[in-house]
């Protein structure tokens, strides 16, 4: 019989009828293969699924914030929504932010004022058995031998014969050469100067003078301490202008805490504030007054209006 030809249909057909057995052999065998894999094995876990935690039946504290203003986004919404979600002001991870940016400037401003007030205790020295004759004033003067005062502050119980004070240079080396005057007899008894272990606590900064007609002011004005409950502000007045000049302007305070009241004095001239120092001892009512330059002026009572 004669060989069919090559290029014949039946030949055709042939070769199509064996590659589509040769197909349906590979597609069992690859049936066959995949039937012995298990479909929970991990490499058929999609990473997005593997990534994230299974569903939880009740809410949690932990979920992440949900921004609603999300919803209804363009293109790109819900790119946006995790986004802003992440970073929503309520978030923990804004919270957390926010929380250590302010802790450590906190921390730094701490550090700040820790420095700041361990400077201003190297540069003080702490002044005890001080006469009660002495003022501030007096005594500035005479630490200032030692070097430039910064601040001078007398302290203790009014009913006491002796008092203490902080003095404050404004370097170390002041400070210093002022614990050689320990033992020194101010006024009636030898003091005793230590270096301090604590810093003058600064008057506020609102009551200071500001302008210059303030700065004037304070010239003119003295501190009384000291004054006996029983004395009235005319009293007060009186005593100082029979012995110092006019008075222009005049503050008497108390409470119900405190035995003795304080007063705020204001000469019509700074002579008469100078004058005032020297009654410093003196008896106004039936305890010794004491006076000495105040730091800040008179300032005048509020009128407190009524609300209707």
Known sequence: MAAVAEGSPSAAAAAAAAKEVEYQAGVQKLVDLLSKLNPAAKEFVPSSAATSPPPKKALSADAPVFDYRSIGAGNGGAKDSATDASFY????QRRRGNGYINQGRRRT??????????????RTVYVSELDHTVTEERLADIFATCGQVVDCRICGDPHSVLRFAFIEFADEEGARTALNLGGTIFGFYPVRVLPSKTAILPVNPKFLPRTEDEK???MRTVYCTNIDKMVTQLDVKNFFEGL????SRLRLLGDNVHSTRIAFVEFVHAEGAIMALNCSGMILGTLPVRVSP???PVKPRVNRVGSN
Request: hydrophobic share 30%; aromatic share 0%.
């Open 244 to 247: 110092c000049g006019e008075v």
């Open 294 to 296: 105040s730091k800040t």
């Open 216 to 218: 004037e002011m304070v």
């Open 109 to 122: 401003i701490d550090r700040v004022r820790r420095a700041e007030r361990e400077d201003s205790i190297r």
């Open 89 to 92: 002001i309520g978030s923990p």
